[in-house]
């Protein structure tokens, strides 16, 4: 049995903008490893007790170099980033084979691991097309249906993709609850604008958090997207 009581050590210092799971095979995650995350202001934990994490770190550090390439291959088909911690001693064990989208050699300078899980993230992330709508971390491809934050997917029903997709079009007009209600649902529907009161509490659970604010409500009027 692992034992977790390392990473609580570092809880004080989690942020919600860059999640991490961290794979290990020893019983405690290399501890250099936890300080670096800690110093980066990376929000991390057990890869089984965090949800949808941007990135996973494989901690191959104590590792030798048949279970280091074991361990890799088990996660070579994550849908997210896989990046991978060796030791020096790897480096010189004539062809290593690591399957992860990169790796890092402990010891390392504060920020360049979080650099490096950023820079897959941007690799990961869908390429741009005609009609994207890109507002900061926010991607919203009109042709596939797929919304995306920070490189994450993010899942919507569909009238609250339709009402994302206005707005996010039109950053900082004010749209009445009347307006959306009959641009997004149609002259036919008979509810009331508390439909779209709901829907948008919704959006904003989805797409809103600590980091990221996009719907302003206008009071007394309805709501506007910032630009």
């Known amino acids: 049995m692992v034992d977790t009581s390392a990473f609580r050590d570092h809880a004080a210092a989690w942020r919600a903008d860059l999640t991490v799971g961290i794979l290990y095979d020893a019983r405690t995650p290399n501890a250099d490893l936890l300080d670096s995350l800690r110093k980066e202001g990376v929000r991390f934990g057990p890869a089984d007790e965090m949800e949808e994490p941007h990135a996973f770190v494989l901690d191959l550090v104590d ?16 849908p997210c980033p896989v990046i991978a911690v060796l030791s020096r001693s790897h480096l010189q064990a ?17 920020g360049e691991l979080a650099l490096r899980i950023n820079k897959q993230l941007e690799r990961k992330a869908p390429p741009d097309e005609p009609g994207v709508i890109r507002v900061g971390d926010l991607v919203i491809n009109p042709s596939r249906y797929d919304v995306y934050l920070a490189g994450k997917p993010v899942v919507l029903a569909f009238k609250e993709y339709e009402l994302l997709k206005l707005m996010a079009a039109n950053p900082g007009r004010v ?43 206008v009071w007394n009027v309805g709501y506007r997207f910032r630009g």
């Open 175 to 217: 749209y009445s609850r009347e307006t959306l209600l009959e641009q997004v649902w149609g002259y036919q529907y008979f509810g009331g604008t508390r439909t779209v009161d709901v829907h948008i509490r919704r959006l904003r659970s989805k797409i809103e958090d600590a980091s990221h604010t996009f719907i302003d409500t």
């Open 94 to 110: 004539p062809d290593l084979s690591i399957s992860a989208d990169d790796f890092i050699v402990a010891p390392w300078e504060t």
């Open 63 to 78: 590792a030798d170099r048949h279970r280091a390439e074991s361990l890799s291959r088990s996660y070579a088909k994550s």
